[in-house]
């Protein structure tokens, strides 16, 4: 069964400080790792990663992958309030039959709390 | 910049009872999906939907479910006899034809209380 798993459940830090979130999995067919940042409503799409060792960057937010170890993190810098939500991580998978429509196991999330 | 939506965004039925929930699609965006979120829990695939037919489902989606793309914009999903255990928060999600852009961009949700 494929399985994803992040670290840690929640984290609370205060504005400014550096967080580094997990994200490990065990899939048969590996397709994309994909970050979603979820606050109210809808998980809002953040990075899709596909190749080991290239970062994707978005302002304060990184995130890596590292195909081998099969694992990918997500990096937030300088951290505000507004970064407080849930993440997701989430690994797409081929459709029923090798097919492209793929589907997206998710793991747990990370529920960050910043503190002014 | 376009969105998912959804429609209604709370719906509170009684079990045993019909519901039906709305999606619209990012407008060129050919595979649809649902997944549900119980409280605290992960968020799980429920159906993919694409050229007018389902392309999966999960152990899920049982006999009590149905999706259906009435019109070239709505994206609907049914449960027949909705059962407590229903209750979730629903999101639909969609994604454009392009094997490079994977990415599945997902409605504010529906949050379903079955009594």
């Known amino acids: 069964e494929d399985k994803v798993v992040q670290s840690p459940l929640s984290l609370v830090v205060h504005e400014g400080d550096t967080v580094t979130l997990n994200c490990s999995y065990e899939v048969t067919n590996f397709r994309s790792l994909l970050w979603y940042k979820q606050e109210k409503k809808a998980p809002t799409f953040l990075f899709m990663l596909?190749?080991?060792?290239i970062e994707k960057k978005s302002g304060r937010l990184s995130s890596i992958l590292d195909k081998k170890e099969l694992f990918s993190i997500l990096n937030i810098t300088a951290t505000q309030t507004g970064d407080s939500a849930v993440y997701l991580c989430?690994?797409?998978?081929?459709?029923?039959?090798?097919?492209?429509?793929?589907?997206?196991?998710f793991g747990q999330g990370t529920i960050l709390t910043v503190h002014p | 910049e376009p969105e998912v939506t959804q429609t209604p965004s709370h719906q509170v039925t009684q079990m045993g009872q019909e519901v039906i929930l709305r999606c619209v699609p990012i407008?060129?965006?050919?595979?649809f999906y649902w997944y549900r979120q119980i409280l605290g829990q992960k968020v799980e695939f429920l159906v993919s939907?694409?050229?007018?037919?389902?392309?999966?489902k999960s152990e899920i989606f049982d006999d009590q479910f149905s999706v259906e793309r009435p019109d070239g914009s709505n994206f609907t999903l049914k449960i027949r006899s909705t059962k407590l255990e229903d209750s979730a928060m629903y999101f639909c999600?969609?994604?454009?034809?392009?094997?490079?852009?994977?990415?599945?961009?997902f409605g504010p949700g529906t949050r379903l209380t079955v009594l």
């Open positions: 939907f694409y050229n007018n037919e389902i392309s999966e």
């Open positions: 596909t190749s080991s060792g």
């Open positions: 989430a690994v797409r998978v081929p459709g029923a039959g090798g097919t492209s429509y793929g589907k997206l196991t």
């Open positions: 999600a969609s994604r454009n034809r392009l094997a490079s852009t994977d990415t599945q961009y």
């Open positions: 407008s060129n965006h050919l595979y």
